[in-house]
């Protein structure tokens, strides 16, 4: 994702709204203000992350500092319910903001660590940093399943699926086995690489011409005519025929004037195709190009639907915290917290949360995430 971005949802983001929530109990206390319980800048391990890139058209509009600049096209999954007078009910926790700002953002995509978490309001923080082990843990148990209830349903399935069609041109035209450039170079697969690259060709050219205006297109034309006459008396054997055709079809094109737009743009864009070697018809050119741009809509849905996107954030949250070493030791160093070990004080945000909540907490929504993974497999 070159976006960034799947680079996606998850529970990842849920279970990061569990156990990226609560303050960690070090040695036995609760150390830290309700403020630092869900900011990853208050870590143990102080590391300021670097601030997350801009994305020009995020989805729905996020809640709290995590929140991106730019306003979102695409519409919340659903209204958020009534909030509930208990601070830790799932009404309280953003949920839209939160799961939207993972999935369609798709952080963890190509990093594998997210460097933001779900922000929560002053009283859901504050009710998290006084959970216990088991308080944590029931959290998330009570919490995960409301979570993927929320992902899995339709009118977020909907939303996601739209957005990604405005976001990435991603549809879903039931073709299977299509696969990008990116994914044949990997397999050293040359000539479908070639065959990729003449195909996407044809969907620039075409996509190019649909933009120029009748004007543009004649203006244009009056020059190239004049170069394909001079061409067509002097070249010989098939370079004369060619040239004899577009002097042929490029007046006839003339004569269209600005009347008929499609037949004009169809017309120069078979020219232009020809002189690039491509199709030559008008059947057999629109007819490549539909295929072309179908196929190219079919990869982009492949790498950026729903069901894709949860499993690569989820796949990112286990590895991440099966990576934690809840022993770390910390030592204070001007008024803060930090790792011992140097590698540690490097950790993205994620692994840092679930340090701060606790192996038991991690642990419960790391099962839940490959309970989740297995049922998506």
Not at 21 to 42: H, I, N, T
Not at 325 to 347: I, L, P, Q, R
């Amino acid at each position: 994702m070159k976006f960034r971005t799947v680079h996606g949802l998850a529970v990842a983001a849920v279970l990061c709204v569990a156990s990226v929530g609560v303050d960690a109990q070090l040695g036995g206390l609760l150390k830290k203000k309700a403020a630092e319980v869900v900011k990853p800048k208050s870590a143990p391990a102080e590391t300021k992350p670097a601030p997350a890139e801009t994305k020009p058209a995020p989805g729905p509009a996020t809640a709290g500092a995590s929140a991106p600049a730019t306003p979102a096209p695409a519409p919340a999954a659903k209204p958020e319910p009534a909030k509930s007078g208990d601070p830790l009910d799932i009404s309280n926790l953003d949920l839209t903001s939160n799961v939207n700002r993972l999935v369609q953002e798709e952080e963890p995509v190509p990093e594998g660590e997210w460097n933001q978490m779900p922000y929560f309001g002053s009283a859901t923080t504050a009710a998290l940093r006084l959970l216990d082990d088991n308080g944590r843990v029931g959290f998330i148990e009570k919490t995960g399943p409301a979570i993927k209830a929320f992902v899995q349903s339709d009118t977020f399935g909907k939303s996601h699926a739209d957005f990604i069609r405005q976001r990435f041109d991603a549809v879903d035209h039931g073709i299977k086995g299509a696969v990008g450039l990116d994914q044949l170079m990997k397999k050293k697969d040359y000539a479908g690489m070639d065959a990729f690259s003449r195909r996407q060709t044809v969907v620039n050219l075409v996509e190019n011409v649909e933009e120029q205006s009748a004007a543009d297109i004649q203006r244009t034309l009056g020059y190239e005519l004049e170069n394909w006459r001079k061409s067509a008396q002097t070249a010989t054997g098939k370079n004369k025929a060619k040239y004899e055709r577009y002097v042929r079809d490029g007046e006839a094109l003339v004569a269209f004037g600005t009347s008929d737009m499609t037949k004009l743009r169809r017309g120069y864009a078979v020219l232009k195709s020809i002189d690039l070697g491509g199709p030559d018809t008008e059947d057999s050119l629109y007819g490549m190009y539909s295929k072309a741009k179908q196929e190219k809509q079919q990869i982009a849905w492949d790498e950026h639907n729903l069901r894709s996107v949860v499993q690569q954030q989820l796949s990112a949250f286990v590895l991440v915290a099966a990576s934690v070493d809840f022993a770390a030791e910390t030592v204070m160093k001007n008024g803060k917290e930090k790792f011992v070990k140097a590698a540690y004080e490097k950790k993205g945000a994620l692994w840092k949360a679930c340090f701060r909540a606790g192996q038991p907490a991690t642990n419960a929504a790391k099962q839940f995430a490959e309970a989740w993974l297995k049922e998506l497999q």
